[in-house]
């Protein structure tokens, strides 16, 4: 039996890795980018310059010269790679680019209205008996307290219902009963529901108790408490849904009640998401025009009596601030412009709120 021996010697030096050889430089997607662009632009300003057409060619020629060269350089699932990321961050700077168009578009138009005696006074009238002229003056004072009454009064009947509706679901009911399905059902419905038809059914109830004309906070509130509810309690649901059984089981088996297991377990462990999922309802309607304006319609007047009378809400004010302006029609436009950042102040402001309960009120190990 004869045996071969291989006396070939092995390149001196180490070994190329060939997870590691083959590879385009560190920040060669930033050097194509950057490429790209000089490129498209320097092509788009013989033939004329367009700034949508430069984004568009100069993304079309990013991806396709990533996409070839990592082929060359690389490999194949390399540029695959790379190309699926190129597409995943052109995707989301789209998404980017209408939030980020309305926002500067809303703090470049409303910064100018943004004074104290906008904010704290009412839209009304002034005369002056010596020139005899009316003047009109803008003010948000009632729009402000009337959105925060309003949403306040939705907030208060549609987050205990959301709460112990979602805590029904989890907790108590069994997923094949009756009853659980059919909660389920009538949420996912009252999810799509249009909120204009939320808006009728208040005024629709209200014109059946008190009589005609039946226009009142409380009947806006009620509106916005049909589009919040399913909000609330599908995100409370989901968040419950995350906390570990073998919390509820060790609670359990140290004899403690079901209800004491649920708000001093489940509920303090959940708290972050389901503060986080209220803030989302709340400003997923405290922005309704369309509810408020048939439930509670609107007025200039100072008004905080939610149980009589119509009363103003911020995405009122900006809905008649154009649609039906006073003589002055630049000072309403203004004004519109004004009430509509105030609105986003306003939310911006109840999400820093709601993060802070969340920590405050999370569990030491999640803060």
Known sequence: MTTTIDRRRSPRGPVPNALTSGRLPRFFELYALIASLLVCGLVLAMIGFNLVGWLVLSAVVYLLGVGV?????ENRRKATDRLVRGLVVIAFLL????????????????LPSMTWDFISRSSGTIFDPKTLKVTVVQGA??????????????????????????IYLVEYATPRSWMARTITFLVDVMTGIPSI??????????????????????????????LMIPIVVRSTEEMLKLVPHDLREASYALGVAKSATITKIVLPTAVAGI????????????????????????????????????????????????????????????????AALLLV???????LVARIV??????????
Do not use: C, H
């Not at 309305?102 to 138009?109: D, H």
């Open 358 to 367: 969340a920590w405050f009120f999370a569990p030491k190990g999640a803060r």
């Open 95 to 110: 998404a980017m680019i209408p939030l980020v168009s309305a926002l500067l578009t809303v703090v470049g138009k409303g």
């Open 345 to 351: 102040l306003l939310v911006v402001v109840f999400n």
């Open 197 to 226: 038809v939320a808006g009728l059914f208040a005024f629709s109830l209200f014109t059946l108790i008190i009589g005609p004309k039946a226009f009142s906070g409380l009947s806006a509130s009620v509106a916005l408490s049909v």
């Open 141 to 166: 004072l009632q729009s402000i307290v009337g959105t925060l009454i309003i949403t306040g009064i939705a907030a208060l009947i549609s987050i205990p219902i959301g709460i112990m509706t979602a």
């Open 275 to 338: 503060v986080t999922g209220v803030m989302l309802a709340i400003s997923r309607v405290i922005g309704e025009t369309a509810p408020i304006f048939i439930a509670a319609s609107f007025t200039n007047n100072f008004n905080a009596d939610p149980f009589s009378g119509p009363m103003q809400t911020l995405p009122v004010m900006v809905y008649t601030g154009y649609k039906f302006p006073t003589q002055d029609i630049a000072a309403s436009y203004q004004s519109a412009w004004g």
């Open 69 to 73: 060269l990592s082929t060359v350089v």
